[in-house]
């Protein structure tokens, strides 16, 4: 049974144990990735795509574990690259496979483009009577 710790971001530690093949599954990130063990434990991580690896709001930086934990993808790599505070020990929550124990950081910050209203635009936005009017046109 994996033991895994979160370490907040006030320092404290969280350890929860999973048995591999047990654990319900609700698709939020890989199976028995950190999101899975985080959703089923009720830890909140940030997953703002909902573990689909388009944001870096799961980002978590490892402290011990790295080689009980899933290969890193190329879809991985490229998306880690735009995480604030990115480490040598950086891995993404949702896609991370939890092998064997593992201790995991949460970083200070995280970029959530979502609640920033930055790069990613969900859904249409609501017309206004603004958009209606070409600009330069009086009314
Ligand atoms: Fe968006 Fe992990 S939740 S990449």
Not at 37 to 55: D, K, P, Q, R, Y
Not at 73 to 98: F, H, K
């Amino acid at each position: 049974m994996p033991k895994v710790t979160f370490i907040h971001k006030d320092g404290s530690r969280q350890t929860v144990e999973f048995e591999h093949g047990k654990m319900p599954y609700d698709g939020h990130g890989l199976p028995e990735s950190f999101l899975d063990v985080a959703m089923n434990f009720g830890i909140h991580l940030e997953h703002a795509c909902g573990g689909s690896c388009a944001c870096t709001t799961c980002h978590l930086i490892i402290k011990e574990g790295m080689n009980n934990l899933s290969d890193m993808e190329d879809n991985e790599a490229d998306r880690l690259d735009t995480a604030w505070e990115l480490t040598t020990t950086s891995r993404l929550g949702c896609q991370a496979v939890i092998k064997g124990d593992v201790v995991a950081q949460f970083p200070m910050y995280t970029r959530n483009y979502v609640q920033e209203g930055g790069g990613i635009q969900l859904g249409q936005p609501e017309k206004t009577e603004k958009d209606e009017k070409p600009a330069g046109v009086l009314p």
